[in-house]
């Protein structure tokens, strides 16, 4: 049936030929998929072309969807979520339009569809891109079963500013870890046949250099010079295009003054020309028309055609292709090759999503939906994204003598908020929080005491106050469950004060004075300052918002069932006034040295150069509040015997590093051990340290394994003075440990 459609389409366009005049890419003799589109495009009108490049959202169906997509002009709806009228609309694009093309069907599955995951800032916690995989696989099984076959995700915008709520759904601070996590996040989502039945498409998101908007406030500018964008911000993108994404969004900020819908350097130069993507790119929504907001085009004519001539091929429901393109053309503005090239990318995922061939659902395939084997996973993963900050005394896990639990704090039973920011199809009615995992695993045999103390995270009234402090003195321990409401991270809510909102501090000191150990689980979107918090709590135990399944995950972590082994994807800071500040920053010609005298130490009238005339805030020295990396677990490693295969290398050579790992203490875990590399002197300053690899070592208590780490010393490349990726001969040192600040040393040099 499908041969025979194509055979008439083929057929038609050798009729057609010579009506159109536009060009087609060298590259598309002798490909099968390519030849399809050739013909399509030899037979689609501008009108259907340009619908091809239109994506609208869904609001209902009115008769107005049907009858653009009957007449060809839509070539993507997001948002609709409907298993029979996916169907439907999919059925009026294969039977009643002219061409028979089927729609791309887009929605915002981020960490999850139904079953949701912690949110990917909780995900890079684990450092596990197998578990990222399985996470983005159930989400893409979940989410497909109901129509959907394109998804906005993975975001790998480098994150280095937590005041900016996006921070949530990105992959943290780290180029290598984001490149690494984001590749298994789309290798999840699409697999390696983008048209199984359970395959979605990826949109790596945004393009480019998003996170680094000016204040942590979304949206906000971006100026980030070209090596540090080549550096930093694009290796996650190459790491994704080589990955297979199927797509690409544009990110919503200007850079150095050029919005990204607009960008023909990064679309066209770098994504298109440098790496050779060939599928699609999609505006991010209305940001074509936003580029008259920026002040970079006068209208929404312009708008279309300085974003199709940049190389935005979708334009996400500005409307403004449909409107304007065909002008455009006539005008001699926009060349018929380039929206032929739009439409041949748009048409080329399409066919790689197996669309044409088979585009409708089964709607019987829902029971996939809460399976119980992706719950499962979704606590694995709530469990290994689990960072624990802080246990002093070991307090935790809880052992036998426990008794008697104060549950207490906002986020003990918020089964909305602990799902986090981008659940657009989660259901908190399937949430477990703590409070009902505590209370289902140990109603039994503990007494359990529960008070909110404070009603949500952003609650200013104390009334409750005293009722908490009440339980905690009849209590063995208290379990302080804060954070921040869900509504506090995510797409424009940034925030500028990072401590716990609320009277949530006030909760804890209060409940701490009662002399009840007090043990302070966190639950946010983002780094917070909790170094008060940390500091009248025993132990902290820190869950970027852990999904649906965070309350059972949380309760097997507290009682050890499991070890927490999460690392900080992400560097916390004390106070809001030290950001940017990341692990991987480059050094100032006068480092901080320790021992600088701080703000309280300053004796009055001090001689202006008494303080050391190093880099450092007189107030917050330099350190973090928590290092990128940083994790505790229930028990303790030690590394020892760091050796090199060779410390004399060339840029064609490979580094063997091996280290020995033993477990000392008590409990069966898992490391994740960190290789950092420094590129001592260069042709540009180069950052104090940079991830290299990470690995997960299973230790049981006592055991000791040595752990090799291959290192292309091609991996050193960076762009250098010259604006070329090239290894600088010369010295380099390297760390493997536990963290992004301790671990054992050793040099190579490079010749
Ligand atoms: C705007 C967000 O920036 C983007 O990430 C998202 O995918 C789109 N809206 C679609 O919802």
Redesign the pocket.
């Known amino acids: 049936m499908k041969d025979k459609i194509f055979a008439g389409l083929l057929l038609l366009s050798i009729l057609l030929q010579g009506c159109d005049n536009q060009t087609t890419q060298a590259s598309t003799a002798g490909n099968d998929t390519e030849r399809k589109i050739d013909a399509l495009l030899k037979q689609m009108t501008l009108e259907e072309k340009v619908g091809q490049m239109n994506q609208i959202s869904f609001s209902g169906e009115n008769g107005k969807v049907r009858e653009l997509v009957c007449k060809g002009e839509v070539g993507s709806i997001?948002?609709i979520t409907d298993p029979d009228m996916i169907n439907s609309l999919q059925q009026v694009a294969m039977e009643e339009s002219r061409l028979k093309i089927p729609l791309i069907i887009?929605r915002?599955v981020i960490h999850g569809f139904k079953t949701i995951f912690p949110i990917p800032l909780g995900q890079a916690a684990s450092f596990d891109p197998q578990l990222i995989e399985d996470g983005a696989r159930i989400a893409a099984i979940e989410a497909a079963s109901t129509g959907i076959n394109w998804t906005?995700a993975p975001?790998i915008d480098i994150a280095r500013d937590p005041r900016w709520g996006?921070i949530a759904?990105s992959l943290g601070e780290d180029p290598y870890l984001t490149s690494v996590l984001g590749a298994a996040m789309i290798k999840g989502f699409q697999t390696d046949e983008l048209d199984g039945p359970t395959a979605i498409a990826a949109?790596p998101?945004?393009f480019v250099g998003y996170g680094a908007a000016e204040a942590g406030k979304d949206y906000n500018s971006t100026f980030i010079p070209e090596r540090l964008l080549r550096n930093v911000y694009l290796p996650s993108f190459e790491a994704a295009v080589k990955a297979g994404a199927a797509t690409f969004?544009t990110s919503?900020n200007d850079n150095n003054g050029v919005p990204s819908s607009g960008n023909k350097f990064i679309l066209d130069q770098v994504l298109r020309k440098e790496w050779a993507f060939d599928g699609f790119v999609v505006s991010?929504?209305t940001s074509i028309a936003e580029m008259i907001s920026h002040g970079f085009c006068k209208d929404g004519k312009e708008a279309a055609e300085k974003a199709v001539n940049a190389g935005v091929d979708m334009d996400?429901v500005s409307e403004l292709y449909v409107k304007h393109l065909k002008e455009l053309l006539q005008e001699g503005k926009v060349k018929q090759s380039t929206i032929d090239d739009a439409v041949r990318s748009i048409l080329r995922i399409k066919f790689r999503l197996g669309l044409f061939d088979n585009p409708y659902i089964s709607t019987d395939a829902k029971e996939v939906i809460y399976a119980e084997e992706h719950l499962q996973k979704a606590k694995e993963a709530a469990i290994e994204s689990a960072i624990l900050l802080k246990n002093e005394a070991n307090i935790l896990p809880l052992g036998d003598h426990i008794k008697t639990i104060a549950v207490i704090g906002p986020m003990a039973d918020a089964p909305h908020d602990q799902l986090g920011t981008w659940i657009f199809d989660g259901d908190k009615n399937h949430t477990v929080t703590p409070l009902k995992a505590l209370q289902q695993q140990y109603g039994d045999k503990i007494r359990i005491l529960y008070t909110q103390g404070t009603a949500y995270s952003r609650d200013m009234e104390t009334n409750g106050i005293p009722a908490a402090v009440s339980i905690a003195r009849s209590a063995d321990i208290v379990l302080a469950f804060v954070g921040e409401e869900s509504i506090l991270s995510g797409?424009a809510h940034s925030l500028s004060n990072l401590n716990l909102q609320g009277v949530q501090s006030e909760l804890i000191e209060a409940v701490a004075k009662t002399g009840t150990p007090v043990v302070t689980i966190v639950m946010a979107g983002r780094p917070l300052t909790i170094g008060r918090d940390a500091e009248h709590s025993k132990a902290v135990l820190f869950n970027f918002h852990p999904g649906t399944m965070g309350g059972p995950a949380i309760a097997d972590l507290l009682f050890g069932k499991a070890v927490p082994g999460g690392k900080l994807p992400v560097t916390f800071p004390k106070t809001v006034g030290q950001i940017p500040l990341y692990y991987a920053h480059n050094n100032t010609g006068r480092p901080y040295q320790g021992g600088e005298t701080l703000l309280n130490d300053i004796p009055s009238e001090a001689g202006q150069t008494s303080l050391g005339n190093t880099s450092f805030h007189l107030d917050a020295g330099v350190e973090p509040l928590y290092p990128f990396g940083y994790g505790l677990s229930y028990t303790t490693f030690e590394y020892s015997n760091l050796r090199l295969s060779n410390t004399q290398m060339t840029a064609s050579d490979v580094l063997n590093v091996s280290v020995d790992i033993t477990n000392t203490g008590n409990y069966d875990a898992t490391e994740i051990a960190q290789l950092y590399v420094q590129d001592c002197f260069a042709s540009v300053t180069r950052p104090v340290k940079e991830l290299k690899r990470f690995d997960h070592i299973p230790l049981k208590a006592g055991e000791k394994k040595t752990t090799t780490f291959t290192l292309p010393i091609a991996e050193l490349a960076f762009y250098n003075i010259d604006m070329k990726k090239i290894v600088e001969p010369g010295d380099f040192n390297l760390w493997v440990g536990p963290n992004s600040q301790e671990g054992l040393k050793a040099s190579f040099v490079v010749n």
Do not use: Q, S
Request: aromatic share 18%; charged share 35%.
């Open positions: 997001l948002n887009g915002d906005f975001m996006r759904e949109c998101k945004h969004m919503f991010d929504w996400m797409e």
